[in-house]
Every structure is written in structure tokens, then in C-alpha cells.
């Protein structure tokens, strides 16, 4: 059996190691676009702020890893091709690789903004370990920097950014701070704790565009009328999955690749994990792309287990967001912008920049937001998974969402039917 993987990311390399602990004798080769080891995107920032070395991003620590396990590697080859007919993909180099069976986890790749002057010097999306290097070159004590975007990403950037001694702004084309993962009170929470961290925020502004000199390096026309001055400018205004190697291959593609609750495609034998996947959602029963790692680890599990000839349904990505910015912890899951039908209940505490806002549906819990110390996230997590319902302790809840720990301890003998899940910090 010869496994083909597309992708080096964290759901092509668990999915490797998957199929090889089930199937120790097949042939396992992963295919990477990049020139680096297989690394996490999640550790950069940590490699921005020089808290470690570039080694330090790479999913695996020894070098030998792949060898000993007897998967190969190919680096810096790009799939242009997939020829299902034939059970091929062809790479830019002009070479074929075939396959038995195929996982497709090529991720996804910024969307750049419509923005005159990306390509000056000294402007740079912050996605692959490339990247990183670059900024890192130009963030020099006292440097000027600009963050054009404020969603998840931005605010990862935005992190690793702040606790440099720079100068630094963040213009975001939203009313707040993480549309897609927050509501306005805790997107407008969280613009206060970074402003009085020192950094300059602008809401509902546009760059209009970059171009080179002036007071610094770059200057950026915002569209308030005002101009800023830059050393670096990091671009960070969303991502969309990779998928354009498809056409003509016959696999079904919406927003990204379209999967049943297996991880497969239409096509016979093709899997897909990881960004690039759009599969079951948790709390609306349709199909998403849930872009986070723990969800790529995730799907290159299950992916290789059915590639292996198991039966492993795959219960839906829910939506997780976890980041920490400048300090300040924010967390949103499953349907934290509420439902139809719904209630919610939510305590706020601006001054300390505490925020917790729950979601119901009847006596279900469903989503949740929190800002601040919480120190029951997973279990929070665990309750919107278990779709436990909650009997009397809802209309507690609906008093004080802050006593979530209790209801946890009361629906059932010491919580025990209720997994605690804990999510990772970004």
C-alpha cells in the first residue's frame, strides 16, 4: 500500500505517523511546499519575540524523526496536478508521484488585501516560517510597525508584536477586534486592554495605500484622512484554503475541499484533513472549515484511520478560538454569536477586562465567550460538546454565568459524564 500525504503541516505529519503505527509496512511519503521541516504555525509568534530559535517551530524535535519511522519526506515540491484517474498528482518540478490512497492537507494561504504598495520592501504577510524570518530582520529597537488587520491571526501577530520595545499600530476594516471569534463588547474590551498597553488601535479603517519614504521607510494613507509612518508593515487580513491544484480533477470544492464524515471526498480513495477540509460542524450539523490546528491534528488522525481501512466517524469540528493578546486571555466556542430561538446570559466587568457571555438553546448549552481569568475553560468546552442538558441549573446560569464550575459539579456525580477538554492558547 503506497500513502501519498500532500502537505507537511500538522495534519499531514499526524496523519503519517498515524498510518504508520497502524500500517507498519506501507509506504508513507509527505509531500511539503516549503524547504523547511514540517513545522507548527502556531509557534512563530513565540520565534518573533525570540523566545525560541528557529528549531523550535518544528513539529518534531530530532532530525531523524520521518527516517526511523520510515516516512519520506519530499521538500519544496508543490502538488500543480491530481490526476484521479490515474492515481497521480503531478508536482511543479514536472515529476508524478502516485498513490493508493491520498490525503489531501495543503492548508490554506493569506488573502492578500486590495491594498496599492504590498509588494514595496518592508511589507509582509505573517504565515510561513519564511515570513517570520523577514519581519524579524526589520523589527529593530523602537521600529515602527503597522498591523493591517485585528481578526485571529492579526491578534496572534499583535502578541508577539507588543511585547517588543516598538512602536506599533493596528488598523482593522471592523468595528472591533476579532469579528469572527467575538462579539462588540469583548472585541471593544479587548481594544482597551491594548490601548493601555501602548498600542494604537484604528476601527473601521482602511489602508488606502503603501507607498515608499516619507518620515520612515513606508508611509500608509488610511482612509480617516490620517498618514502613518512605518519601518514594517505586516499584513494580516484572513486566509483562504488551497485548492486551485484541483481543477479538472473531478473533486467536489465549495469553500474548500468537501468532505463526508469520514474525511473523503467524491472520489474514491482521496482523504482530506486540516484547513483545507470542509467538513461536518459541531453545532450547526452543515459543513465548515474550522482552521486550527488541534482540528488539522485531529482530522490527520481520523483521515489515516479510514485511509487504513478503519471505520472512524468524525463527530464535527466545534468552533474554538483561544488566543492570548498582550496578556489578556480570550476565548470563544461552538455558537458564541448565539442562535436562532436562543437565550443568553453574560457578566461584564470592564474594568478588570473580565467578560463572560454564555448561548443557550432550551436547556442546552451552546456557545460561550470569556475574557479574562477563567480557570474552567475546558470543562466549559466539555459542557457545549456533551450537549448535557441543564435542568434547573440554567436558570441559575442565566443569573450568573459565572458559576459554571458548580453547574459542571451538579449535573451529574462529580461531573464524571462530562469530558474535560482543555484547549491550547495560540
Not at 509531500?31 to 502556531?42: F, K, L
Not at 528549531?55 to 519520506?72: A, V
Not at 465567550?369 to 460538546?385: C, D, S, T
Request: aromatic share 6%; hydrophobic share 40%; with cysteine.
Amino acid at each position: 500500500m503506497q500513502y501519498l500525504i500532500v502537505g507537511a503541516g500538522p495534519a499531514g505529519i499526524s496523519a503519517a505517523e498515524t498510518l504508520r503505527d497502524i500500517d507498519p509496512e506501507a509506504g508513507i511519503k509527505v509531500i511539503g511546499a516549503e524547504d523547511a521541516p514540517p513545522y507548527s504555525r502556531m509557534a512563530i509568534p513565540y520565534f518573533l519575540e525570540g523566545n525560541i530559535e528557529e528549531s523550535g517551530t518544528n513539529l518534531r524535535i530530532s532530525p531523524d524523526h520521518f527516517s526511523e519511522k520510515g516516512i519520506e519526506l519530499l521538500r519544496n515540491r508543490k502538488v500543480v496536478r491530481v490526476d484521479t484517474s490515474g492515481h497521480c498528482v503531478e508536482l511543479d518540478d514536472g515529476s508524478t508521484e502516485i498513490y493508493d490512497r491520498l490525503l489531501l492537507a495543503t492548508g490554506s494561504r493569506p488573502l492578500p488585501p486590495p491594498i496599492e504598495g504590498l509588494d514595496l520592501p518592508g511589507v509582509h504577510p505573517c504565515w510561513t516560517l519564511e515570513d517570520a524570518r523577514q519581519i524579524k530582520a526589520l523589527l529593530t529597537e523602537g521600529a515602527h510597525v503597522v498591523l493591517i488587520g485585528a481578526g485571529f491571526i492579526g491578534t496572534i501577530i499583535l502578541d508577539a508584536l507588543g511585547s517588543q520595545n516598538l512602536s506599533l499600530t493596528v488598523v482593522e476594516a471592523d468595528t472591533h477586534m476579532t469579528p469572527r471569534m467575538m462579539d462588540r463588547t469583548g472585541g471593544d474590551m479587548m481594544k482597551a486592554w491594548c490601548e493601555s498597553k501602548g498600542v494604537t488601535l484604528f476601527m473601521e479603517t482602511m489602508v488606502n495605500r503603501i507607498s515608499a519614504g516619507g518620515e520612515r521607510a513606508l508611509s500608509l494613507e488610511l482612509s480617516n484622512g490620517q498618514t502613518l509612518p512605518a519601518d514594517l508593515v505586516v499584513t494580516a487580513t484572513g486566509v483562504t484554503p488551497i485548492i486551485e491544484y484541483l481543477d479538472g480533477s473531478g473533486i467536489e470544492t465549495d469553500e474548500g475541499i468537501l468532505v463526508d464524515n469520514h474525511l473523503r471526498t467524491n472520489v474514491p480513495e482521496v482523504y482530506v484533513a486540516g484547513d483545507v477540509a470542509q467538513g461536518k460542524d459541531f453545532s450547526t450539523g452543515g459543513q465548515s472549515v474550522h482552521a486550527i490546528q488541534p482540528t488539522a491534528t485531529e482530522h490527520g488522525q481520523v483521515a489515516a484511520r479510514n485511509m487504513a481501512g478503519e471505520d472512524a466517524a468524525y463527530q464535527g469540528s466545534l468552533i474554538m478560538n483561544v488566543v492570548a493578546t498582550l496578556g489578556l486571555t480570550t476565548y470563544s466556542f461552538g455558537s458564541w454569536m448565539g442562535v436562532e430561538g436562543g437565550e443568553h446570559a453574560e457578566s461584564i466587568n470592564a474594568v478588570e477586562h473580565q467578560y463572560v457571555r454564555l448561548e443557550f438553546l432550551d436547556d442546552v448549552l451552546v456557545g460561550a465567550i470569556n475574557i479574562g481569568p477563567f480557570e474552567h475553560v475546558g470543562i466549559l468546552r466539555g459542557m457545549i460538546q456533551s450537549r448535557i442538558p441543564l435542568g434547573d441549573w440554567k436558570a441559575k446560569l442565566m443569573e450568573d454565568p459565572r458559576r459554571i464550575m458548580e453547574a459542571y459539579l451538579g449535573l451529574t456525580e462529580f461531573g464524571k459524564n462530562i469530558p474535560i477538554m482543555t484547549p491550547t492558547v495560540q
